[in-house]
């Protein structure tokens, strides 16, 4: 279990920085507008985001945790190991896993790049401070 409490900070703070991603990535600033409007929702039609936000926290820590278990099974890691890890398991696990769902779903290529663009991103930016705090 010491392998937990050295890296429960590291841990929390990806989770944090997944959500505050995901809070600017899905503000009015950058893709709200057209993330709702690839859902068919507006303001008033998307509901209470209670439920979704602890969902969503909760995705994100089972993420950092996954990727803290999976640097802790190198040997070794390095900044560049860090990004690139991040890198693949956006790239080659995370966007096919989208993409084969929008497919089956339909829901649209606008969709795809949105949600797929936060989730590569995050794991990037979890590899990345998971790297500098453990």
């Known amino acids: ?23 600017l990535w899905y503000s009015p600033f950058l893709f709200a507008h057209q993330w709702m409007r690839s859902l068919g ?13 602890i969902g969503s926290v909760l995705a994100n820590f089972i993420t950092a945790l996954g990727l803290f278990l999976l640097f802790n099974l190198m040997s070794s890691v390095d900044l560049t190991m860090a990004i690139t890890v991040g890198a ?3 790239f080659l696990i995370i966007f ?3 993409l084969s769902d929008n ?15 936060y989730r ?7 590899s990345l401070i998971l790297f500098l705090l453990t």
Do not use: N
């Not at 497919?103 to 663009?117: E, K, N, R, Y």
């Not at 590569?120 to 979890?126: A, E, F, N, P, Q």
């Open 103 to 117: 497919l089956f779903c339909d829901w649209g290529t606008s969709l795809l790049f949105i949600q797929s663009g």
């Open 120 to 126: 590569i991103l995050t794991v990037i930016l979890m």
């Open 96 to 98: 096919p896993a989208l």
């Open 41 to 53: 929702k507006t303001t008033d039609t998307l509901g209470s985001q209670t439920g979704p936000m």
């Open 1 to 23: 279990m010491a392998i937990f409490s050295s890296g429960l900070f590291a841990i929390g703070a990806a989770t944090i920085a997944g959500m505050v991603l995901g809070a």
């Open 88 to 90: 693949i398991v956006g």
